[in-house]
């Protein structure tokens, strides 16, 4: 273990040496901050492909612990402006995407275990195309479609659409078994998917998104036949269709509806359509609750809490080896609940309609639980139902009763947080027993 902690500190301490290396080059050769960041950018993917060759599970989760004190470090404000942070932060837009590129790395760690192409493919994915499409956009780009902090370029857009095919061909081609008519559809259906989610993510959740949803696609319907693959691709595209054309007439920014009907379409063919009726019916209650907000459209919030809840279910029966499916759908129940209360959280109703939310959710979990746990394929020794319901309505409570003078917007989080904090040493207590 001694040896895997150096390989760690070392592994950290080469990744100052790379920030402060292209920030010295950088302030010589006048390269823009953008130029910066995805010169970081793309030594850190290759950094992190080459890791599952040095290091353990243990030595990796002691170099993420190390590699995420060291991105605190690089915020620091001297640091941040005018030292070697500057070659990350320099750019002048609100992100996370260095944590959650560290979260995405550390997460298909733990999952992809004896799977290298599950973990590799998503990286390089993240690593290559989106530098390529960087690179294209910037210089070529003439044909502009986003706004705010997700402007992207149509020809920026179909340089990651082709690296990515490309890459995800190589991949799976040298790194896996997959036949080879199922790695060109895989590999289509992986770009595509892909290049969506790059376009459309924001505030740097890409670097989550991007290499989630990739290694989800991979492990799930890597063995598919061709004729599957093809429908899945056929109704997703569909399904950006629907989301484009209807979105204005629910009050919807279409960036908001493909995100969010993306979201649910990837966790239903994941999941499982059982599994997905209570996050359904956690969306609408979400519709629901909309409020006006600067910065970003709210529903996006919810898509937030679905990331959320699904990746820290995913990750933790994997983790523990216990299908987790059930608790996943409990903690949409509770988010479900909270959101209606939120929706009346001005009005004089709004403790009711937080009690009527949460009837309703545990109404729903009733009726589907016992489907739910067949599907999970093991049951918990305490009363499910009796669970859930008390976790859905201290949810529901918890926003209902929260003073007026707390921020109200985008619930989303903070309601998948609540019901995790509750559900997890549940989970906990049943998967050691």
């Not at 569909?238 to 054309?245: D, G, K, T, W, Y």
Request: proline fraction near 4%; charge should be positive; include cysteine.
């Amino acid at each position: 273990m001694t040896v895997q902690v150096l390989i760690a500190i070392g592994s950290v301490i080469a990744l100052f040496i790379l920030a402060a290396g292209i920030r010295r080059v950088a302030t010589r050769f006048v390269i823009g901050a953008e130029s910066q960041r995805k010169a970081v950018h793309v030594g850190v993917g290759i950094h992190a492909m080459l890791l599952p060759l040095v290091l353990t599970r243990d030595g990796f989760l002691v170099f993420a612990a190390l590699a995420a004190i060291a991105l605190l470090v690089l915020r620091l404000p001297g640091i941040a402006t005018d030292g070697v942070g500057a070659s990350l932060h320099s750019v002048q837009r609100r992100s996370w995407g260095d944590f959650l590129f560290l979260f995405a790395i550390s997460l298909l760690f733990v999952l992809s275990a004896g799977h290298p192409a599950l973990y590799t493919l998503p990286i390089a994915v993240l690593t290559l195309s989106d530098a390529a499409a960087a690179l294209v956009g910037t210089r070529y780009g003439r044909l502009r479609f986003g706004g705010n902090d997700r402007t992207k370029s149509v020809e920026g857009s179909v340089t990651f659409l082709v690296v990515t095919w490309i890459t995800a061909v190589i991949v799976l081609q040298l790194g896996t078994e997959i036949p080879r008519p199922n790695v060109i559809w895989l590999a289509t259906l992986v770009a595509a998917f892909a290049t969506f989610v790059e376009a459309d993510s924001w505030r740097g959740l890409d670097n989550l998104f991007v290499p989630v949803g990739v290694y989800v696609l991979l492990s799930t319907w890597s063995n598919s036949e061709p004729a599957v693959l093809a429908l899945i691709t056929i109704v997703w595209l569909l399904v950006l269709v629907i989301a484009q054309l209807f979105a204005p007439r629910i009050g919807m920014t279409p960036h908001a509806a493909r995100t969010a009907l993306v979201a649910l379409f990837l966790s239903t063919i994941v999941a499982a359509p059982i599994n997905s009726v209570l996050p359904v019916l956690a969306f609408f209650a979400a519709l629901a609750a909309r409020t006006e907000d600067e910065d970003i459209e709210p529903i996006l919030d919810f898509v937030a809490a679905l990331v959320l809840a699904g990746v820290v279910w995913l990750m933790i029966g994997n983790i523990f080896g216990t299908n987790a499916v059930a608790f996943y759908s409990a903690t949409f129940a509770a988010i479900g609940a909270g959101y209606a209360g939120f929706a009346f959280r001005n009005g004089r109703f709004r403790f009711l309609a937080g009690l009527a939310g949460t009837g309703i959710a545990i109404l729903a979990c009733w009726l589907l639980l016992p489907a739910i746990v067949e599907f999970m394929g093991w049951t918990p020794a305490l009363p499910l139902i009796v669970v859930i319901s008390i976790v859905t309505t201290a949810t529901a409570l918890t926003e209902v009763l929260r003073p007026r003078c707390w921020g109200n917007r985008n619930p989303g989080v903070r309601l998948a947080l609540t019901a995790l904090a509750m559900l997890l040493p549940i989970y906990f207590y049943e998967a050691t027993l």
